[in-house]
């Protein structure tokens, strides 16, 4: 069990990283859309058709809040980027010191950060320690 939870564990760690690297890209895109100089593009395209809008308000008042959005979105993606990099390192920590409060830790961090590889072999690393304590 404990080789299946290191595996789990590094695996689930590495994917990790990708989503946290798709998170702090995402978190970028949203503040680019979200900066002063991109207010100008949304106007023309709101004035033109391009994005069309259930929000009252002239062109520029309709801009701003949809920069409000991309601004909240891209403290989103920055939060879930956190997550995820925490994730990693206890994830790895576990899978060095290998002990019950680290196990747990990666487990509730797991489910908070949506990697369920990182979730199974925490669990199966608990698993593995309770095997242990029963044979000895």
Request: glycine share 12%; aromatic share 6%; with cysteine.
């Amino acid at each position: 069990m404990k080789k299946a939870s290191d595996i789990l564990l590094l695996i689930g760690a590495i994917f990790t990283i990708f989503a946290a690297v798709g998170c702090l890209i995402g978190m970028i895109v949203l503040f680019v859309f979200a900066s002063p100089n991109y207010t100008q593009v949304l106007v023309d395209a709101i004035k033109s058709g391009e994005i069309h809008s259930d929000i009252p308000g002239n062109a520029e008042e309709i801009a701003a809040v949809l920069q409000l959005g991309f601004r909240a979105g891209g403290i989103g993606c920055l939060v879930a980027a956190l997550c995820e990099v925490a994730v990693v390192v206890v994830a790895f920590v576990a899978r060095a010191k290998q002990t019950t409060g680290l196990y747990i830790a990666s487990l509730v961090l797991g489910v908070l950060g949506g990697s369920l590889l990182v979730l199974l072999g925490s669990i199966f690393g608990l698993v593995g320690l309770s095997e242990e304590k029963k044979a000895a």
